[in-house]
């Protein structure tokens, strides 16, 4: 008995037939601009968006008084982000210039004192030519009894008179000398004193000035014009020197991508090459890149432990090889890519090469 269909029935049957056959046009539209791209494309989605990432960090340690800035915040540079207390630096600040200006004044009494010193050496030095003169006279006068006394026109007591005068004048001569040359010698003194004081002046402004630079540490500012990451600091918090107290993203360099390609995508890939990047993050929005250098060697060569396949059980695996590229366009445009978002990356494989 033959079956007879109803109008519904052959309706249905068109209708599925029709419905058919555009999911096996859409997927052969699909399967040719999934060939085609291939085709066209080295491609890969094992690639990520970078950018400088860098800790703040403190350079003196103490507690915070005041934190001037939140998490994903716009800064710029120079602008204040955290402050320490300051008041033990400050004081360590002070007690040094104090020591400077006590050094500086045993100075200028040790200048005073050459000063001084250099008059009583002059005035020591008058009196050994006075003195130098009146044992030459002496001494002639000397010799004039010593022959009067063996002529016997002078007596004994004349010529015992003459020679005690001159002995005076001698030890007076000789104590001059003396004076003199123990001014001089302490004149000698000081200035080597005063050598020491100003190496010491020396030392003591440069222990200010490294005071100074522990003052200013104390006020974190930003390096740059940037955005800031994760805060892990709070009023209050005790930090040492060297303790990373927040991440600052770097708004004054270029966005990259770091895409890692299979060693068999390489072979015609070189920096200048253009290639478009399109974001998980905004599927519908291309981005334009440039091809900026080629790893110069493969990632897993760079791992803690590179793999060794010198073992009797080698199996090939295909390796990457990490390729980086510059994003292009205006900042506002590329802002939208934020560090580690996951990205697809096309690079065309035959580039007309000038």
Do not use: C
């Amino acid at each position: 008995m033959k079956k007879k269909y109803t109008v519904t029935d052959r309706l249905i049957t068109r209708i599925t037939g029709w419905i058919a056959g555009m999911i096996v046009l859409a997927l052969a539209v699909w399967g040719v601009f999934t060939l085609w791209g291939y085709y066209t494309y080295e491609q890969t989605n094992d690639a990520q968006v970078q950018e400088y990432v860098n800790p703040v960090i403190a350079r003196a340690g103490g507690f915070i008084v005041a934190v001037k800035f939140e998490e994903n915040e716009q800064v710029k540079k120079g602008d204040t982000l955290l402050i320490i207390d300051n008041r033990e630096y400050a004081l360590q600040q002070e007690q040094t210039e104090a020591s400077i200006r006590k050094a500086e004044a045993q100075l200028r009494v040790l200048q005073s004192n050459v000063h001084t010193l250099g008059k009583t050496a002059a005035s020591a030095k008058s009196k050994i030519a006075a003195t130098k003169a009146e044992v030459w006279k002496q001494q002639l006068d000397y010799d004039r009894y010593q022959q009067l006394y063996k002529e016997e026109s002078a007596t004994k007591q004349q010529l015992e008179h003459v020679k005690a005068t001159l002995d005076v004048n001698t030890s007076d001569y000789r104590s001059a000398e003396d004076n003199y040359g123990a001014a001089v010698s302490r004149i000698g003194d000081i200035e080597a004193e005063k050598t020491v004081v100003l190496a010491e002046i020396a030392r003591l402004k440069t222990l200010l000035d490294r005071h100074k630079l522990d003052v200013s540490y104390t006020v974190v500012t930003a390096s740059y014009n940037g955005r800031m990451g994760r805060r892990t600091v709070e009023v209050g918090q005790m930090i040492d020197a060297g303790e990373t107290l927040a991440f600052i993203v770097n708004d004054e360099t270029d966005k990259w991508v770091v895409a890692n390609y299979k060693e068999t995508q390489v072979a015609n890939m070189h920096v200048g090459d253009s290639v478009k990047v399109v974001a998980d993050a905004y599927p519908d929005q291309a981005f334009r890149g440039t091809i900026i250098s080629l790893s110069p060697a493969t990632g897993s060569s760079f791992s803690l432990l590179p793999p060794d396949n010198s073992t009797g059980n080698y199996v090939k695996i295909v390796q990457r090889v990490p390729v980086r590229i510059r994003i292009d366009g205006e900042r506002k445009t590329i802002d939208v890519l934020k560090v580690g978002m996951n990205v697809n990356v096309y690079v065309r494989k035959k580039q007309h090469r000038g």
